[in-house]
């Protein structure tokens, strides 16, 4: 599983198109559950989806909005 951590810049994104691509946040697990019509990532954490709301950095950091 890839680890993902918290990060303060929220201005960088991490492109990738992976279907079922493991991460965890905040100490929450989710998958990538594909891309939206903008093209922008859907990520489910739990019961949760987060969309444009959510940004990412080079190194596999992501910051939720």
Known sequence: MNRI???D??????????DGWDW????GTGKYVGATGSGH????WGD??????MTWT?????TLK
């Open 41 to 44: 990532t859907t990520m489910g």
């Open 58 to 62: 080079s190194k596999g950091t992501v």
């Open 5 to 7: 951590t918290e990060t």
């Open 24 to 27: 965890t946040v905040l100490g």
């Open 9 to 18: 810049s929220m201005v960088s994104r991490l492109q990738f198109n992976t």
């Open 48 to 53: 949760n989806k987060y969309g444009d709301r």
